[in-house]
């Protein structure tokens, strides 16, 4: 009954916003959405897609119920594995900072944050993805999907795009006024898990949010060729590349020990330890042309010519004076005498 009252206010107030949220049945839908495709023809996650379409009965209500879910499954599935792997003392060896350690009253602070964001902030721009991208020239409820040699070069630019976006964005926001009132809640975790890589305040997950989200509509400017499927399978890659990232662990199989130039979070812990330095989210590239990653590969240099013996104790030692020195970085940056952009 309140439902039906709703969309009765809505029909005689705000008719453009009631044409978009009624559902219709699933002969009206399928003929409105595929008339004239056969769905038999297609293959079995492209019909699987099609139906949920025509089940749901309006494609805005169904883009933005599996928009919203992907993305609390993907972020909450990659995060609670990293909190269980902290707690088992055999990975240990190979966490970064492993003087530091979460509590349980940190875990559920982190957690309520998240999801404050995630429902208030998230949640209502999520609900408008399926207009915008109609509005670029997105593909959303169209079946077939684009070709896996398309998606894949198209993701490839989403990731350079991204963290260009990104390391500039992340610089900036290490600016006096904006660091202090956007960004230090970021970094009230000098040792990051992965549930934190959106503990944020929402401003800042809005701006960072840009960098993932736009680098598809740019593309959609200039080809008619993009399919939102590709773009949920960008937003997982960068959920689970920004959830590794903050995990804390550093593994002989982490994916920078094959790819160079991949950050990981051997790159970033160092950020929220030394609070400058390694600015970027994917790639090490712009931190390697603009130095912003001197500090760093210092560090990192210190470490490796430890003796093995040694090794151990003098990681950390580095890492005490690495967060003694990012502490008197912070307090530069919070007392306004660093005005320009943190290296």
């Known amino acids: 009954m309140t439902a039906a009252v709703a969309m009765d206010y809505l029909h005689k107030y705000l008719p453009a916003v009631a044409d978009q949220l009624t559902i219709s049945n699933a002969t009206t839908t399928q003929n409105n959405l595929y008339g004239g495709l056969d769905l038999d023809g297609l293959?079995?996650?492209?019909?699987?897609?099609?139906?949920?379409?025509?089940?749901?009965?309006?494609?805005?209500?169904?883009?933005?119920?599996?928009?919203?879910?992907?993305?609390?499954?993907?972020?909450?599935?990659?995060?609670?594995?990293?909190?269980?792997?902290?707690a088992i003392?055999?990975?240990?060896?190979?966490?970064?900072?492993?003087?530091?350690?979460?509590?349980?009253?940190?875990?559920?602070?982190?957690?309520?944050?998240?999801?404050?964001?995630?429902?208030?902030?998230?949640?209502?721009?999520?609900?408008?993805?399926?207009?915008?991208?109609?509005?670029?020239?997105?593909?959303?409820?169209?079946?077939?999907?684009?070709?896996?040699?398309?998606?894949?070069a198209q993701i490839a630019f989403f990731f350079v795009f991204e963290d260009t976006f990104h390391y500039w964005a992340h610089r900036a926001l290490h600016y006096g006024p904006l660091y202090k009132n956007i960004h230090k809640l970021h970094h009230e975790f000098s040792a990051p898990i992965g549930l934190a890589a959106e503990y944020a305040h929402p401003l800042e997950v809005m701006i960072l949010a840009q960098g993932t989200i736009s680098g598809p509509f740019v593309y959609c400017l200039f080809r008619g060729d993009l399919h939102i499927l590709t773009v949920y399978i960008w937003v997982t890659l960068r959920l689970f590349q920004a959830v590794d990232?903050?995990?804390?662990?550093?593994?002989?199989?982490?994916?920078?020990?094959?790819?160079?130039?991949?950050?990981?979070?051997?790159?970033?812990?160092?950020?929220?330890?030394?609070?400058?330095?390694?600015?970027?989210?994917?790639?090490?590239?712009?931190?390697?042309?603009?130095?912003?990653?001197?500090?760093?590969?210092?560090?990192?240099?210190?470490?490796?010519?430890?003796?093995?013996?040694?090794?151990?104790?003098?990681?950390?030692?580095?890492?005490?004076?690495?967060?003694?020195?990012?502490i008197l970085a912070e307090r530069a940056v919070l007392a306004g005498r660093k005005g320009k952009l943190q290296e």
């Open 245 to 326: 990232a903050h995990s804390g662990y550093d593994f002989p199989w982490s994916l920078r020990h094959f790819l160079p130039f991949w950050a990981g979070a051997d790159h970033h812990d160092y950020h929220h330890q030394a609070f400058t330095n390694c600015y970027s989210t994917s790639f090490r590239w712009w931190d390697y042309m603009l130095g912003t990653d001197a500090k760093y590969h210092a560090y990192r240099s210190r470490i490796a010519a430890a003796k093995q013996h040694e090794r151990k104790q003098v990681l950390l030692e580095e890492n005490e004076r690495t967060e003694r020195e990012g």
């Open 89 to 152: 003392p055999y990975f240990q060896k190979w966490k970064l900072q492993p003087n530091k350690h979460v509590t349980r009253a940190q875990i559920l602070q982190c957690t309520k944050v998240v999801l404050l964001t995630h429902f208030t902030c998230e949640a209502p721009l999520i609900w408008l993805f399926h207009p915008i991208c109609c509005y670029f020239g997105m593909s959303t409820f169209e079946v077939p999907f684009s070709p896996p040699w398309l998606m894949a």
């Open 43 to 86: 293959n079995w996650l492209e019909r699987t897609w099609a139906w949920y379409y025509i089940a749901m009965g309006n494609p805005i209500i169904a883009t933005g119920l599996m928009s919203f879910a992907m993305h609390e499954l993907v972020y909450f599935g990659r995060a609670i594995p990293w909190l269980i792997i902290d």
